[in-house]
């Protein structure tokens, strides 16, 4: 094989057009040789051309002095900073990482159309990262110089994540960041549900209307008191749906506040079951773990009707009359929740739940 520009003629000789027709003489579909041959040498010109211009490229690249290495920066020396924009009000516990990171950045939420540092609004600004946490992320809403998009959660079902894997963009997600936050909100709902916390602040605020006075007021609220006094969570039977992060940590709390506890997780990993309490009692069924509860929570996101851990009409017939039913589940696809909110607001109507 002969180097590019070794014994080539050039441009190459094409034949005349008489020497064709003369070559081609006397034989069928003469007109139609002759084109194919014309547009092969032309084709094969332009391949010729390309090679040829590649090869100069690669020879002025060869021929020319290397790069300098970048300069090493100063100590203290500030550094092009990365752009992270924000589509939700991401709280400062969450970026407290980029604080102490390695690398400058700035912050900016296109809601406000403001830079957290400084950094005044553009509409040609390049940000290469994206952080969210229930925003429905579009594909068109990625600008081309983003590198990775991050969501809050464990769930980044808001997130086109398919059409930005299409692009090499990764879509990262955080499973377990918020499981303590949740794990709290649910103790706090067991127990306002327990006392009748709300239901006690609601009378008040109905009675006030009623009385003008804060002594009439008070008196009236001493005696009505006893209809909103509840009755302590020890020794009550706590059923948990979804044995996950969130629902193993539930269920080591109810533990150590002295409730019985039971689980369901048609779904659960090995890993997750070495995390539970030893006192937890697995049950094999949904509609088991209602017949025993004075207490259900939910935390496993069930899409569809038909899901194994979603609490349906079957389900809510199985409760005892004063269980009281908490749902912090996500929410599934199209919306959907892990609990028939219709069905049990027709028993609550019917009078057969008072929880």
């Known amino acids: 094989r002969r180097p590019l520009g070794v014994g080539v003629r050039w441009p190459p000789r094409l034949p005349a057009a008489g020497e064709m027709l003369a070559s081609r003489t006397g034989r069928l579909g003469t007109s139609h040789c002759y084109a194919r041959r014309f547009v092969s040498a032309a084709s094969e010109r332009k391949v010729l051309e390309r090679l040829l211009a590649a090869a100069k490229q690669r020879q002025a690249a060869a021929a020319a002095p290397p790069t300098p290495p970048p300069p090493t920066p100063e100590p203290g020396a500030r550094r092009t900073p990365f752009l992270i924009q924000t589509y939700d009000a991401i709280g400062p516990l969450s970026l407290q990482h980029l604080t102490s990171a390695r ?3 700035q912050l900016f939420d296109p809601a406000s159309r403001s830079r957290v540092s400084g950094w005044w609004w553009s509409e040609a600004y390049e940000p290469q990262a994206i952080m969210l946490r229930g925003h429905s992320l579009r594909e068109d ?52 549900a327990a006392r009748g916390v709300v239901e006690g602040i609601a009378h008040t605020q109905s009675l006030a209307a009623e009385h003008g006075d804060h002594a009439s007021l008070a008196a009236r609220i001493e005696v009505d008191k006893a209809r909103f006094s509840g009755g302590e969570i020890a020794g009550k ?24 506890v039971v689980g369901y997780d048609p ?52 409760l005892k009359s004063h269980c009281h039913v908490l749902n912090f589940a996500r929410g599934g696809a199209a919306g959907s929740s892990a609990v028939d909110g219709a069905a049990l607001r027709v028993r609550y109507d019917a009078g057969q739940l008072s929880g």
């Open 103 to 105: 690398f400058d950045y």
């Open 141 to 192: 809403e990625v600008p081309l110089s983003v590198r990775a998009v991050a969501t809050c959660g464990e769930d980044p079902s808001a997130i086109d994540v398919e059409a930005l894997t299409r692009r090499g963009i990764p879509v990262f997600s955080t499973p377990g960041a918020n499981a303590n936050a949740v794990k709290e909100l649910t103790l706090c709902a067991l127990l306002l």
């Open 237 to 260: 039977t706590l059923a948990v749906v979804g044995l996950g992060r969130v629902g193993g940590l539930v269920a080591e709390a109810a533990v150590r506040l002295g409730m019985d």
């Open 267 to 318: 779904t659960i990993s090995v890993d997750e079951a070495w995390r539970l309490p030893h006192s937890l009692r697995r049950v094999d069924s949904l509609q088991k773990a209602a017949a025993v509860a004075d207490f259900l929570t939910v935390h496993d996101q069930a899409d569809g009707a038909d899901a194994p851990g979603r609490v349906s009409t079957s389900t809510l017939a199985s």
